[in-house]
């Protein structure tokens, strides 16, 4: 494994930041400098600033109750980031996205393979959303939601739409367009009251109250890493 890709995925920094402290001398392989092009095994006494590091980073999956206002984004410079709201104390990036104005489940981890999968659009992953519009559903808005409507020069996937109660619906897409159900709605001439996504794929948010967070049990991530690499 090269050097900054190692000293990444140990937690250490970004591989950007890795090729930088070994530019300035910081980084040794077995007590020798190393250079942005030196390779490392599990066996090599890879140390910065004379510390060693000790491998890779224990992985961490969270799933958050996002609440209205907090923005989906690692910059910590953004006002109600949602780094800063969780504070953990380990790195940890967001899974995608969910805008600032709906709420519900996120996952959070710092394994950038699983996050990729998971994010990956070729494999139609399914995220569930309760929905509350400004006036009463018809069959007609309901038929068009499930079967495609254009929005973003494009039509969106077919999708599951169910009736909940005069102005609710619960959607299940398999896609994720930028504020795809907000532009849905507003295509068809309703407006998004209440935007709560309940489940991503196999992860469902449950009882998890608003604005706290759990570990992903060792059940649901086993589940979760076999259906994303179907």
């Known amino acids: 494994m090269r050097i900054n890709k190692y000293l990444s995925a140990s937690g250490v920094c ?4 890795a090729d930088e402290i070994i530019d300035q001398g910081a980084v ?11 390779q490392v095994t599990p066996e090599d006494d890879v140390c910065v600033n004379g510390k060693t590091i000790t491998g890779k980073e224990k992985n961490i999956y969270i799933a958050f109750n996002k609440p209205i206002g907090i923005e989906c984004t690692t910059n ?15 790195r940890i990036f967001p899974v995608g996205r969910l805008d600032k104005n709906s709420e519900g489940l ?28 400004d006036h009463r559903i018809s069959e007609a808005f309901l038929e068009k939601m499930r079967n495609g409507v254009e929005i973003l020069d494009t039509t969106t996937r077919p999708c599951e739409v169910e009736l909940l109660r005069s ?9 994720g367009l930028n504020r795809q159900i907000r532009r849905m709605c507003e295509a068809l001439e309703y407006k998004v009251v209440k935007l709560r996504r ?12 608003k604005g ?11 589940r979760l890493k076999m259906m994303v690499k179907k």
Do not use: C
Request: glycine share 4%.
């Open 14 to 17: 970004s591989r950007r930041k």
């Open 28 to 38: 040794t392989i077995n007590g020798e400098l190393a250079t942005k092009g030196s």
């Open 76 to 90: 910590l410079a953004v006002k109600d980031n949602i780094i800063s709201y969780i504070n953990y104390p380990e």
């Open 106 to 133: 996120i996952l959070l981890t710092n394994d950038g393979e699983l996050s990729n999968e998971i994010l990956k659009a070729r494999h139609y992953h399914e995220k569930e959303y309760i929905v509350t519009v």
């Open 167 to 175: 102005n609710m619906f619960k959607i299940i897409l398999t896609q």
């Open 198 to 209: 309940v489940r991503i794929i196999n992860i469902e948010i449950g009882d998890l109250e």
């Open 212 to 222: 706290k967070w759990r570990y992903l049990s060792a059940d649901e991530l086993k």
